[in-house]
């Protein structure tokens, strides 16, 4: 019986969340939420507001392990608008978080705070550091008000990732 129950816990846990290494050792991935030492993310973006970060040690074997850092965070951000894809042009997601002041890892970056039914389409998530640095695939019913969070490589300040008006990409 214990046999059966380690089978379906890995299948839940990493089979159905193939992205979780990715995550700080004490991260739990729901279907539209990530609890981070207990911590629902999504209610943290919405009690603190947004762009917010934890901090949490780094799971073993994670590229932030594999570069050296001990520690990594998470950060949420909201989007402000999306853009349609056009004549060759990508879709876009624009958040409220300068992502330019951190290193999002692009595979971890996922919708939380709702539950979408739509399926997964590639997205250009901005402001970057340069356009079109950082892909994603996002349900494709993102719109401005819902909630990314994705994993950094190293713990970021949050002044070093808060939206400023005369970002180069928000200028054009």
Avoid: K
């Avoid at 279907?31 to 919405?46: F, K, N």
């Avoid at 780094?58 to 990594?72: F, K, M, N, T």
């Avoid at 970021?156 to 400023?164: C, E, G, N, Q, T």
Wanted: charged residues 25%; glycine residues 6%.
């Amino acid at each position: 019986m214990s046999m059966i129950h380690t089978l379906n816990w890995y299948r839940r846990h990493h089979v159905g969340h193939p992205d979780l290494a990715l995550w700080p050792e004490v991260t739990a991935l729901t279907r539209e939420d990530i609890v981070l030492a207990g911590e629902s993310m999504s209610q943290l973006a919405r009690a603190a507001g947004t762009p917010c970060t934890r901090v949490a040690e780094a799971a073993r074997g994670s590229w932030s392990s594999v570069l050296g850092e001990r520690y990594c965070a998470v950060i949420v951000t909201a989007v402000e608008t999306v853009v349609p894809a056009s004549r060759g042009a990508d879709r876009e997601v624009w958040v409220d978080a300068e992502l330019d002041g951190c290193e999002p890892l692009a595979d971890s970056i996922r919708m939380i705070g709702r539950r979408s039914s739509h399926p997964e389409v590639p997205f250009v998530v901005r402001p970057s550091r340069r356009s079109g640095d950082l892909r994603s695939v996002l349900p494709g019913d993102v719109v401005p008000g819902d909630l990314l969070a994705f994993v950094v490589v190293r713990p970021v300040a949050l002044h070093d990732i808060r939206r400023r008006s005369r970002h180069h990409e928000r200028l054009y």
